[in-house]
């Protein structure tokens, strides 16, 4: 079933669109679900799909949707399942990787749309190296900014306990009610504290972080981000080893949570990829929003290469 609206319920001031930022949002029905999307550029334009990571939402990409859409792209970004104004079940296996996928399959197909290009961050780009590796006649190309093969994160955290220590927040995470308490806690402290102090300097401001609050405080919504963690840490999906979509991965060397190794090692496991690495953290799409904005084209065929 699919289908969209074109009316926003109450969104609330920290939900609209900036007014710099092109686009609409809607909801897609999925499966029957209403996901929420910001959609930009020509309705014929090559389907470019935006996947954010946690804990952000669609909002993470707004340095991107220009330029983007400019280039002639039809961009697409869900808040994705768990997140915002997108569907929330309480079962924990909702949030199980293959699922996470097939809801982009979803979006893909309420478009009319053999194929997308998917770009995605984060949580976004492991949801994006599943369909490379598991549904490749679904995309054209695939940009995984900072964002390891789930493979390579298996292995990476097997054999490294540094890498460990570096991800402990997702080992916390899988504790019942604290992490959402301690969260949750002197207005959301803890979340925006390491958000700020793991980026470059002015990456985040307090309006940014007005508008992340807003999404963190929605009934249900956190408990249902951590489900991301919670759901595929107990049952870790296995993906192919080898991703055939053309491939670019985007990493910033200084992340404080995954270390450069892993981009190489994720390279090595496509038949078609290449790797820019750049001088930023983990929100490389906030630390340079312009250098990541013309790598990701450079690797759609939308610019020439930066």
């Known amino acids: ?145 900072q964002a390891p093969h789930p493979g390579v994160i298996r292995e990476t955290l097997r054999r490294s306990p540094a890498t460990l220590a570096r991800t402990g927040h997702a080992v916390a995470f899988q504790l019942p009610a604290l992490p959402e308490a301690a969260s949750r806690a002197f207005d959301w402290r803890l979340p925006k504290t390491i958000m700020r102090r793991t980026a470059m300097p002015g990456s985040f401001d307090r309006a940014d972080f007005d508008r992340y609050t807003a999404a963190w405080e929605r009934e249900g919504a956190f408990t249902a981000m951590l489900n991301w963690y919670r759901a595929n840490a107990r049952s870790p999906p296995t993906v192919s080893d080898t991703t055939r979509v053309p491939t670019r991965i985007v990493w910033g060397r200084e992340d404080s949570f995954l270390p450069t190794g892993m981009a190489h090692d994720s390279l090595d496991r496509c038949r078609d990829g290449r790797l820019s690495t750049l001088d930023a953290t983990h929100w490389l799409q906030h630390d340079l929003p312009v250098r990541v904005s013309d790598v990701i084209l450079d690797e759609l065929g939308g610019s020439d290469p930066p």
Do not use: C
């Open 1 to 145: 079933m699919t289908g969209d609206t074109h009316a926003n319920t109450d969104p609330g001031e920290t939900d609209t669109v900036p007014t710099d930022v092109p686009g609409e949002t809607r909801y897609r029905l999925v499966d029957g679900e209403p996901f929420h999307v910001v959609e930009a550029g020509p309705a014929d334009g090559q389907l470019v799909v935006l996947l954010h990571g946690f804990p952000e939402y669609w909002y993470g990409w707004r340095d991107q949707i220009g330029p983007l859409a400019s280039a002639g792209y039809r961009v697409v970004v869900p808040d994705q399942r768990g997140y915002n104004r997108s569907p929330k079940p309480a079962d924990r296996a909702a949030y199980r990787l293959p699922r996470l996928a097939e809801d982009i399959v979803g979006l893909i197909d309420t478009y009319d749309r053999e194929t997308a290009s998917v770009v995605g961050h984060d949580w976004g780009g492991v949801v994006g190296w599943w369909l490379a590796s598991e549904r490749p006649a679904r995309l054209d190309r695939f940009v995984a900014v």
